[in-house]
């Protein structure tokens, strides 16, 4: 692999905090160079001029250290183009400040924190996704509040459902401890769900998702009206694709249980 596939590769590690997708496939990075002493330079956007700076700063921060990780790697800039807060924020991540010594009193509490919230939210979403896979190929809801971490990684699976479990845990330690017996799904305390609750907590959850994809859509097209590029690659649904498709049921937030 040449050492500018492994940059890529790092990169596509870095989700952004609010869609918990990755910022390659976001198509937020659109340069990379490295020079022969293996210093790199990433220069990324986001959609609009005004994109919460606290956001732009995690996503700056964790492209730095995701590329700092290859033993290769003498240095890494990582430069925001087209924004309010570029100058801060390049800076701060250039002289490895964190993000309150980079906006002293203008900046909005605590950015772990934020990071926090929006993985829980991560949480939320991917636990939703596996769920309505597994109802789909035949586990009942009651049966899946009873499952242990062991057991849902034990469960028969294809690729792609391993995927899914394997992505789902990752978020899963977040909100508590992941231990082998430990129920595999849990609300944003870590607190197991009762057979009982099981099917509104995933119904709640599925709000949160709607969101997220919406969020996610409305990014791609705002993208791509501000750069003037196609809103999505062929066969990708875009902002419009995704209001339409949607039934008015799941427009407003509430979905129906599968049958």
Known sequence: MSRESEVWRQ???????????????LRFVTAVSINATGAVHVTFRLPTYW??????????????????????VTDVQVVL???MYAETINTGIAAKRSFQSS??????????????????????RRQVTLVERLLATGHTAEGLALLSIASLQNLGQDDALTSLVARYLDRRAIVGPMTATAPAFVDDKGQAVPPEAFRPHIRALRRVAVNVEFNGALCRGLLAARFNEAESEPGEPGLLHFIHALPADKRSGETPWPK
Not at 51 to 72: G, I, K, T
Not at 103 to 124: C, N
Request: net charge negative; charged share 25%.
């Open 51 to 72: 994109c919460a700076a606290n956001f732009a700063f995690l996503m700056a921060e964790d492209m730095r250290l995701a590329v700092a990780a290859l033993p290769w």
């Open 11 to 25: 990169l596509g590690t870095v989700n952004d905090p609010e869609l918990d997708e990755s910022v390659t496939e």
């Open 81 to 83: 183009g087209e924004h």
């Open 103 to 124: 906006f002293g009193e203008a900046s909005d509490g605590d950015l772990e924190t934020v990071r926090r919230t929006f993985l829980v939210k991560a949480f939320q």
